[in-house]
């Protein structure tokens, strides 16, 4: 009776689709409705033909702009079978997993759990097994390198240096050992989700980072059905389908990942701004989607870092260039105490803190008992590399006081960058000012 109704839902798709579901239904372009079932044919219909004849994933990713999500679907599975799994996270993208029930066809679903997943992500595992009755094939990290990397680095050494280390042992590694044994997979990646990183997410892809069961570079295929969907797409027809969903996102939670790197973000702010958020934004990619950063992306960065255009340009804070910095970190003892702000100009952070650190430093610079030079150091571009190593830099912006009468730096390790906070932050070191 089940399968019958499933294969009811498929008859119907053109009336109760395109009725109530369709309004809401995420599509990635307008579509020809005339042209609706002679798109939904595959460019090669079957895997068995693709490994004869080339086929050609630009023309094919072309032909599923004008595609539903459930006839992507549809074409990728009668393209691999059982070859191709849905990547599932525990967040919105279980619409794959209701937009995959709907093609009728058999599918296969699995998930990385890092061990650090909140429980309602787990919850909502249950809960996806029960309500569609699957089996989510969960795969795991290597249990030496996990315990490798606690024991050498703590349970929270992403704060210090990073997220790839962490997430390249818990998320990546296990990724590519299940990578390869599939030819497809799917994932639900979309544009919107990310600045910078998610602007070249293509409806299908030969992945340009992973491996799959042929192996060798071009092994696998990747297919990213929602790419040109919304958010609130995507929601309305969770809603409509009355879909489980992570109770998370009832806290504010939009993008879910490890429980220490996940919080919630307010309205108006992308989705990826709950994850990693003490680091730059235009690295917010746990390493799964990395290859997304195109070359024309990587040029548009480049070209951000060549920016001519300053902040922090009222006159109460004082540029420095790398020589200044260096005269500071070797110095044995400071006679002054100075603030310093790591900046790139382009950094949305860095634009965002203008007017709280301009008016900390004209309080600084006109303290009754103690004196507090300002100064900004522009740390993008040729100047990264040594702010990385010699003066911690990890994100933009980053914050250093160099206290009067000591040696060193101090950094501020918080996101509270206002001028009360920055006050109680260099009080908090030198003294009362």
Same mark, same amino acid.
């Given at each position: 009776?089940?399968?019958?109704?499933?294969?009811?839902?498929?008859?119907?798709?053109?009336?109760?689709?395109?009725?109530?579901?369709?309004?809401?239904?995420?599509?990635?372009?307008?579509?020809?409705?005339?042209?609706?079932?002679?798109?939904?044919?595959?460019?090669?219909?079957?895997?068995?033909?693709?490994?004869?004849?080339?086929?050609?994933?630009?023309?094919?990713?072309?032909?599923?702009?004008?595609?539903?999500?459930?006839?992507?679907?549809?074409?990728?599975?009668?393209?691999?079978?059982?070859?191709?799994?849905?990547?599932?996270?525990?967040?919105?993208?279980?619409?794959?997993?209701?937009?995959?029930?709907?093609?009728?066809?058999?599918?296969?679903?699995?998930?990385?759990?890092?061990?650090?997943?909140?429980?309602?992500?787990?919850?909502?595992?249950?809960?996806?097994?029960?309500?569609?009755?699957?089996?989510?094939?969960?795969?795991?990290?290597?249990?030496?390198?996990?315990?490798?990397?606690?024991?050498?680095?703590?349970?929270?050494?992403?704060?210090?240096?990073?997220? &790839? /280390? @962490?997430?390249?042992?818990?998320?990546?590694?296990?990724?590519?050992? $299940?990578? +390869?044994?599939? #030819?497809?997979?799917? !994932?639900?990646?979309?544009?919107?989700?990310?600045?910078?990183?998610?602007?070249?997410?293509?409806?299908?892809?030969?992945?340009?980072?992973?491996?799959?069961?042929?192996?060798?570079?071009?092994?696998?295929?990747?297919?990213?059905?929602?790419?040109?969907?919304?958010?609130?797409?995507?929601?309305?027809?969770?809603?409509?389908?009355?879909?489980?969903?992570?109770?998370?996102?009832?806290?504010?939670?939009?993008?879910?990942?490890?429980?220490?790197?996940?919080?919630?973000?307010?309205?108006?702010?992308?989705?990826?701004?709950?994850?990693?958020?003490?680091?730059?934004?235009?690295? &917010? /990619? @746990?390493?799964?989607?990395?290859?997304?950063?195109?070359?024309?992306? $990587?040029? +548009?960065?480049? #070209?951000?870092?060549? !920016?001519?255009?300053?902040?922090?340009?009222?006159?109460?804070?004082?540029?420095?260039?790398?020589?200044?910095?260096?005269?500071?970190?070797?110095?044995?003892?400071?006679?002054?105490?100075?603030?310093?702000?790591?900046?790139?100009?382009?950094?949305?952070?860095?634009?965002?803190?203008?007017?709280?650190?301009?008016?900390?430093?004209?309080?600084?610079?006109?303290?009754?008992?103690?004196?507090?030079?300002?100064?900004?150091?522009?740390?993008?571009?040729?100047?990264?590399?040594?702010?990385?190593?010699?003066?911690?830099?990890?994100?933009?912006?980053?914050?250093?006081?160099?206290?009067?009468?000591?040696?060193?730096?101090?950094?501020?390790?918080?996101?509270?960058?206002?001028?009360?906070?920055?006050?109680?932050?260099?009080?908090?070191?030198?003294?009362?000012?």
């Amino acid at each position: 009776a089940t399968s019958l109704a499933i294969l009811d839902i498929r008859d119907i798709m053109s009336m109760s689709v395109m009725s109530a579901a369709s309004r809401v239904a995420p599509r990635l372009a307008p579509r020809r409705v005339a042209a609706k079932r002679a798109s939904a044919r595959p460019v090669v219909a079957r895997a068995a033909a693709a490994e004869k004849t080339s086929i050609d994933f630009e023309a094919l990713d072309a032909q599923m702009q004008d595609q539903t999500v459930v006839q992507i679907l549809d074409q990728a599975l009668d393209m691999y079978g059982d070859d191709l799994a849905i990547a599932f996270s525990g967040a919105e993208d279980v619409a794959l997993i209701q937009y995959a029930s709907m093609t009728g066809k058999k599918f296969r679903v699995f998930s990385l759990d890092t061990g650090r997943l909140n429980p309602e992500t787990y919850q909502l595992f249950d809960d996806v097994e029960k309500h569609f009755g699957i089996k989510i094939e969960f795969t795991f990290p290597d249990e030496k390198a996990v315990t490798d990397l606690v024991n050498e680095k703590g349970m929270f050494s992403f704060f210090e240096d990073g997220h &790839k /280390e @962490c997430c390249g042992v818990r998320k990546v590694q296990p990724l590519r050992r $299940k990578l +390869k044994t599939l #030819k497809a997979w799917v !994932t639900g990646q979309r544009k919107d989700q990310s600045p910078g990183t998610r602007m070249a997410v293509p409806a299908v892809q030969i992945d340009p980072v992973f491996e799959g069961l042929e192996g060798g570079p071009g092994s696998l295929v990747k297919f990213n059905p929602l790419t040109n969907a919304t958010s609130q797409q995507v929601w309305d027809f969770l809603r409509v389908m009355g879909t489980p969903v992570n109770k998370l996102h009832e806290m504010g939670y939009v993008s879910i990942g490890c429980a220490p790197c996940t919080r919630a973000v307010l309205p108006g702010q992308q989705e990826r701004e709950g994850r990693w958020w003490w680091e730059d934004s235009a690295m &917010k /990619e @746990c390493g799964l989607h990395s290859g997304n950063m195109t070359a024309d992306e $990587k040029a +548009k960065q480049e #070209k951000r870092e060549a !920016t001519e255009e300053d902040i922090f340009v009222d006159g109460s804070v004082t540029r420095v260039e790398r020589d200044a910095m260096e005269v500071l970190l070797n110095e044995s003892t400071h006679s002054t105490t100075t603030l310093a702000v790591l900046y790139a100009p382009w950094c949305p952070f860095c634009q965002a803190m203008v007017e709280g650190f301009v008016a900390a430093a004209a309080e600084f610079k006109n303290g009754e008992n103690k004196k507090v030079d300002v100064i900004k150091f522009r740390a993008d571009g040729d100047e990264k590399e040594w702010a990385k190593e010699n003066l911690s830099l990890q994100s933009f912006p980053t914050i250093l006081l160099f206290p009067e009468g000591r040696s060193g730096y101090v950094k501020l390790g918080s996101e509270r960058r206002d001028a009360e906070s920055l006050n109680i932050f260099v009080e908090s070191v030198v003294g009362k000012l």
